[in-house]
């Protein structure tokens, strides 16, 4: 293995360099107590950590999991094991006790930390079938007591710099995948791939520099938490501000408190901030950008946080592309809006047809995407990984169109296109046409078995607070604005659509509580 780069290499050593280089400014913040790590801090304890894991026998391509709630020690377990060259393997806490125990046996975790909220979860998945051997009760992000497991297992280490050589292609996160198709997919994150991802985010919005601090809210067990802001400015030397539940009017004040750069939530939560009571009250002149991911953000959204001065950026991104992909800088989010804009600098996108043809200008084709941010596959998933990876090129599954100018819009995954009378319709179209009435606060369009029509389509949709609209009154007016053919036949209203904690939809819910009720209808 080549080394010529050294412990400069590493995911890690990110932290190692600015304790060197800046050891007094903060590095992270706990929201809740408040207590500040400065890079120089951090440095020593994700030393003694990685002692301490080391001497439990965690070496170099071993897997230490974590269930664990947003904190600053979450963030010390993924530098600490990255200094050592093991892998961190960060677990949805939104699981069931078996969803859990399949990522911990797939994954081949020896070591466990949980939040100590969490045990009881963690019990049940460590009953039987995994290879945990240790697991490490972590305190809630209010309380670092010095008695408190965790921090007897970090003070166990020798706080001595870990000086041990890491290669940009050794893989540092296995991201296991939202599941919404299936059982999860780990896939294998690189060193390289999160040092090309800070690369590419710098051309988010305005940039990011030493200087910023960012809000992290959104779960650390998911790549756009981890990837967007958290772990890049740790490569910038910046500061990051860790809350361990979001709620809109606590993220506004730690916003005005932390005096917050940047920011990265999903649709749904910045939602809930522009919508909470404080909003209007709070001092948000520090916030420069804000950045949205993981699904189509509402015009509404975007205007809202502009009418405060805010710079609004959208990110399209999975977790195989470690996220960052592409962007719709602050002055295209409403010219372009529903494009997922431009690739980043270091990203490549094609779209292709099924043999693999480029498609023209304006037809819609898979999204396919190649650069060194891109995973290097699923974990021992070699067929899976294969044809992901066809052609050297990752196949998203995401369908698309291109424009002349360059912008690339998604009408939809594969797995979610309807077939209707022979007809192809692409939900996402549907849905952004019935986000425009005022009464819609979520809408999931999705295909129903239909003996009549192969397919119907079916729009389950949840309400503004104040919104009142019957199920034909939407139809009609949805009818009015898209083709007869791509006009959902019927409507389920709901109080929330069903979604992943990274805040997508999970229509495989949606067509499996739904799709028993379609029969033919008249058109």
Not at 41 to 68: K, N, P, S, Y
Not at 185 to 198: D, E, I, R, S, Y
Request: proline share 5%; with cysteine.
């Amino acid at each position: 293995m080549d080394h010529a780069l050294g412990v400069d290499a590493g995911f890690g050593d990110w932290v190692t360099k600015h304790a060197l280089r800046n050891p007094e400014r903060p590095a992270l913040i706990s929201a809740e107590s408040g207590e500040v790590t400065s890079y120089a801090q951090l440095e020593v304890r994700t030393d003694q950590l990685a002692d301490a894991l080391r001497g439990r026998g965690i070496g170099r391509g071993d897997r230490v999991a974590m269930l664990t709630l947003n904190s600053v020690a979450m963030m010390e377990i993924y530098v600490a094991v990255a200094k050592l060259g093991a892998i961190s393997v960060p677990v949805n806490f939104r699981l069931s006790a078996p969803e859990v125990r399949y990522v911990l046996a797939d994954s081949g975790a020896t070591v466990l930390f949980e939040s100590t909220s969490l045990s009881k979860l963690a019990e049940a998945a460590c009953s039987e079938g995994t290879a945990v051997r240790e697991r490490i009760a972590v305190p809630t992000s209010a309380d670092r007591a010095a008695d408190s497991e965790y921090e007897a297992f970090l003070r166990s280490g020798n706080p001595d710099r870990v000086t041990l050589p890491i290669d940009l292609d050794e893989v540092c996160v296995l991201m296991y995948t939202s599941g919404t198709t299936g059982a999860p997919k780990g896939a294998m994150l690189t060193h390289g791939n999160f040092q090309w991802n800070v690369f590419n985010g710098l051309g988010l919005g305005e940039g990011n520099n030493g200087r910023d601090v960012t809000l992290s809210s959104a779960p650390l067990f998911h790549i756009g938490a981890l990837g967007v802001h958290t772990a890049p400015y740790l490569y910038l030397g910046a500061c990051t501000v860790i809350q361990e539940a979001f709620t809109p009017d606590s993220w506004l004040e730690l916003a005005e408190r932390h005096r917050i750069t940047n920011a990265f939530l999903v649709p749904a939560m910045w939602a809930a901030v522009l919508n909470a009571p404080s909003f209007a009250e709070r001092d948000l002149s520090s916030l420069r950008t804000a950045v949205s991911g993981g699904a189509p953000c509402p015009i509404v959204v975007i205007e809202g946080m502009r009418a405060r001065g805010v710079q609004f950026t959208e990110g399209f991104g999975m977790t195989e592309t470690s996220p960052n992909a592409s962007c719709l800088q602050p002055d295209q989010v409403l010219e372009h809006a529903g494009s997922i804009g431009k690739p980043l600098m270091h990203v490549e996108f094609r779209l292709v047809d099924e043999a693999g043809e480029d498609v023209p200008v304006g037809a819609v084709g898979e999204l396919v995407i190649r650069g060194p941010n891109v995973m290097v596959g699923y974990w021992k998933k070699p067929e899976a990984t294969a044809e992901a990876m066809r052609g050297g090129w990752f196949h998203s599954g995401d369908l698309g169109r291109r424009d002349e100018a360059g912008f690339y819009t998604l009408v939809d995954r594969k797995k979610d296109m309807i077939i209707t009378g022979g007809e192809n319709v692409y939900p996402i179209e549907v849905e952004q046409v019935m986000y425009r009435h005022p009464a819609v606060n979520e809408v999931a369009v999705i295909g129903v078995p239909d003996t009549a029509w192969g397919e119907s389509i079916v729009a389950v949709v949840a309400l503004t607070p104040d919104g009142q609209v019957s199920g034909p009154d939407l139809l009609a007016w949805t009818r009015e604005r898209v083709a007869h053919f791509k006009s959902p036949k019927r409507v389920e209203f709901v109080d929330a659509l069903p979604r992943t904690a990274t805040g997508k939809v999970l229509k495989r819910d949606l067509r499996e509580e739904y799709g028993g009720a379609a029969s033919a209808v008249n058109r």
